[in-house]
């Protein structure tokens, strides 16, 4: 087996705004679009037939972003970005003697759709040259989408139509007690929604044994706790 060429494109465009006003005093717009492809091939020993897996990805991407320094002391980061990705995906299997294609299973359910959109804001408060305070949350919802071909596998399912969401945040402090000590505690929350790979990936590694889907697969949290202590000589 081998990995075919991997095609990458992408096209971006940015834009700055940088005035004084009450809630923000810079904003940054950012899209983009990424073309993204790659492919699998595998062939038994002494077989004729070639198995060609082919995925294709178009990728839409949207950030907004505001800061506002109120002071030299206080500095408020928010903005929220969305992401959309289609999956093209197609399976073909190659008779390498007489050339004639027929199709096999694709990776991935083919259209499927996974979109995401996230709000956040950071805080960050530096009082004096002692203690900085940083906190700040962010709101993430996913939406994945996808109908299963039952043409090649049995599934005992026709598809996933999987929604997730979570607040997360993030709270820190620096104390400088002098010149030579730092102490930092940080403590936070994270979130990991499940994605099409996770979800809907169909994987026959060798005869009778097939990975097969999980469209009922749940999402992971974390929760983080830290400290630590510096000493410069």
């Known amino acids: 087996w081998y990995y075919g060429p991997q095609k990458w494109s992408m096209l971006s465009a940015q834009a700055q705004y940088n005035k004084e006003h009450a809630l923000f005093n810079k904003i940054n717009f950012?899209?983009?679009?990424?073309?993204?492809?790659?492919?699998?091939?595998?062939?038994?020993l002494n077989q004729e037939e070639l198995r060609k897996r082919t995925e294709n990805l178009d990728i839409f991407s949207a950030n907004l972003d505001f800061g506002k320094e109120f002071d030299k002391k206080t500095e408020l980061y928010y903005g929220m970005e969305a992401n959309t990705n289609y999956v093209h995906s197609s399976g073909l299997s190659e008779n390498l003697l007489t050339g004639n294609e027929t199709e096999i299973a694709s990776r991935y359910p083919d259209g499927s759709t996974m979109n995401s959109l996230a709000g956040y804001y950071s805080l960050n408060y530096n009082p004096n040259g002692k203690f900085i305070f940083q906190v700040g949350s962010r709101f993430t919802y996913t939406h994945l989408k996808g109908e299963f071909d039952k043409r090649f596998y049995?599934?005992?399912?026709?598809?996933?139509?999987?929604?997730?969401?979570?607040?997360?945040?993030?709270?820190?402090?620096?104390?400088?007690?002098t010149k030579d000590w730092q102490i930092n505690i940080h403590s936070s929350t994270g979130f990991r929604s499940p994605n099409i790979d996770d979800v809907a990936k169909v994987f026959d590694s060798e005869p009778g044994i097939v990975i097969v889907p999980n469209p009922d697969l749940k999402p992971e949290y974390a929760r983080n706790l830290e400290l630590s202590i510096r000493r410069s000589y």
């Open 30 to 44: 950012l899209i983009g679009f990424q073309d993204y492809t790659e492919s699998r091939n595998d062939r038994k």
């Open 154 to 177: 049995d599934f005992p399912f026709d598809g996933f139509d999987m929604r997730n969401s979570a607040f997360n945040g993030n709270l820190g402090i620096v104390w400088h007690p």
